[in-house]
């Protein structure tokens, strides 16, 4: 029998239902339990594919070409579950559908309303493409009382009657905020956002509390009393060293106990936690330290490269260092160049991430060229790999005017828009001008590897998968100049058209690579390319 758990949040945005979720999801594991889970948005966007990182953060893809929430990451990372499309839906999906149905004529003449047919087709979504798992985690984004989220809350609150309590359970994640003027923490907010829960019907079930330092037993049991939950339902969620001690701060508050306790599965066995722990100790007590330079365009917005830092966190897990971020706006280089070096000069890898757009691509094209002119480790990730090709081409190749397409026109297009591709024996179609969302190559591809290459020798084996988010693609009309200058394709598509990684071969570690492996890194399978990137971040750090 499968359980829903559903996870809301309130007071404030931003405290963590994402990771709380992806740590619940795997304590359960952790007991022998099968877990999915899902996120509900309440944007009106289809997907998140054309938003701004600024406004959204990370656009999480998962490996059969979604354009999803960052929080999928999370799950993917904590658990080791691969998400799939049916695991994110919006409000703009939800609408799509139920449009789509109406002009169809499937719903036989009638009113179409929010409800009954959105939240239907809300909770046909959360029902669909189970699997035979234990329980499933569906997070609800937003805050209790957005208008957005209605809807949502809604079919949350039938699918509970309709399920029973002893299929479905209700966890709602609140700030206890620390009043210093007061000197002392505040249960107000919580017992609002509850009330705000309750007068839309749903009952939370367990209090997930976000708090700065330990609450008081005495506050603890004012929130049961005045939320309508069980004292020990009340758990604490403190503030902890590292994203990968929640699983283990949880499991000591008694979180995942009470899960079990709610669907009398009071004979579990315990968790075993050997694996987190050992990441914790690695990340607060590792040998060394290297510093990596991020230089790209996002760069005030850390959650726009989420997956990015914990991936350079794992390569820092595998190599028992810590790993420094130093993020740096590529545009500071394009004003006066001799910032270049004093922003990257001492670090001890350079990593250009991807981006789109024209602002800050001359910027990180300087990068590349510190970074190979000063033999300093380069990790280029898909528009980075489109950067260190345009720098070879203009400084190793002597094509000064190339460029990519995606800035305009030009007479070198090193780099140009693809229009047409195969994926999985289909050919894919695209057109200039068309529509940008969920138009990209977007997923997993394969790529084959040029056999003692040193991407080969990372990982292992000659043939790959991994997942794309791009439009714009290496010109193979001009790898034989750049082979020629120095630069090998080491990877390309099976039918040899695209381009998937380039290196170069007299540099102690220069890499790009046109997909994101970010997006496949778990703290306990550190992804091979970061492993290895930070390996040799450890060796610079003992030549400078």
């Known amino acids: 029998m499968t359980r829903f758990i559903f996870i809301t949040g309130g007071v404030v945005s931003s405290l963590g239902k994402g990771l709380a979720s992806a740590a619940l999801g795997a304590l359960l594991q952790a007991r022998g339990y099968k877990v999915r889970l899902r996120k509900l948005d309440p944007y009106i966007n289809v997907d998140p594919g054309t938003m701004s990182p600024y406004q959204h953060g990370e656009v999480y893809v998962t490996d059969d070409g979604a354009e999803t929430d960052l929080d999928l990451g999370h799950y993917e990372r904590f658990t080791g579950v691969p998400a799939t499309r049916a695991d994110n839906v919006t409000t703009g999906r939800i609408y799509q559908t139920v449009i789509a149905r109406e002009r169809r004529g499937d719903y036989l003449g009638a009113t179409v309303q929010v409800i009954p047919h959105i939240t239907d087709a809300i909770k046909a979504f959360i029902r669909s493409d189970v699997g035979e798992v234990d329980f499933v985690l569906v997070e609800v984004g937003g805050t209790v009382g957005d208008i957005e989220g209605l809807p949502f809350f809604e079919a949350i609150r039938q699918a509970g009657i309709e399920m029973g309590r002893d299929r479905a359970l209700f966890v709602h994640l609140t700030l206890v905020p620390f009043i210093a003027a007061a000197g002392e923490l505040k249960t107000k907010p919580t017992q609002h956002s509850v009330k705000e829960l309750r007068s839309i019907g749903i009952q939370p079930d367990i209090l997930l509390c976000r708090s700065d330092r330990p609450i008081p037993e005495s506050d603890r049991r004012k929130m049961a009393l005045f939320c309508n939950v069980r004292p020990e339902a009340v758990i604490q969620a403190l503030d902890v060293r590292t994203i990968y001690e929640v699983p ?297």
């Not at 003692?452 to 990372?458: H, L, P």
């Not at 080491?490 to 007299?506: A, F, N, V």
């Open 248 to 544: 283990i701060a949880y499991h000591r508050e008694g979180f995942d106990d009470q899960i079990l306790r709610h669907f009398g599965l009071t004979d579990a066995p315990p968790p075993d936690l050997a694996r987190w722990q050992e990441v914790v100790e690695r990340v607060l007590s590792p040998e060394g330290e290297v510093t990596i330079a991020v230089v790209g365009k996002y760069t005030v917005l850390k959650d726009a490269y989420k997956s990015l830092a914990e991936a350079l966190t794992h390569g820092g897990i595998a190599n028992n260092v810590r790993v420094n971020l130093e993020w740096v706006d590529s545009s500071i280089f394009e004003t006066d160049e001799r910032l270049t070096v004093q922003h990257l000069d001492g670090v001890h890898g350079i990593l250009v991430p991807g981006g789109f757009g024209e602002r800050g691509a001359e910027g990180k094209i300087r990068a590349v060229t510190f970074a190979r002119e000063r033999k300093v480790p380069y990790f280029g990730i898909c528009f980075g790999m489109q950067m260190a090709v345009i720098e070879a081409a203009r400084n190793l190749a002597g094509i000064n005017s190339a460029s990519s397409t995606e800035f305009g026109a030009t007479d070198e297009p090193v780099v140009g828009l693809m229009t047409e591709w195969m994926h999985d024996n289909q050919i894919q179609v695209r057109r200039q001008g068309g529509d940008l969302g969920g138009t990209m190559r977007l997923g997993g591809y394969v790529a084959a590897l040029k056999p003692g290459s040193r991407a080969a020798e990372i990982y292992g084996r000659l043939s790959i998968r991994e997942r794309h988010r791009h439009r714009f693609e290496v010109n193979t009309a001009y790898r034989e100049r750049l082979e020629q200058a120095g630069m090998v394709f080491s990877g390309m598509s099976p039918d040899g058209l695209l381009p998937e990684i380039i290196e170069l071969p007299d540099h102690p570690w220069f890499i790009g690579v046109q997909y994101h492996p970010e997006l496949c890194s778990k703290p306990f399978e550190p992804h091979p390319l970061f492993a290895s990137f930070i390996e040799a971040a450890v060796r610079q750090s003992r030549l400078v």
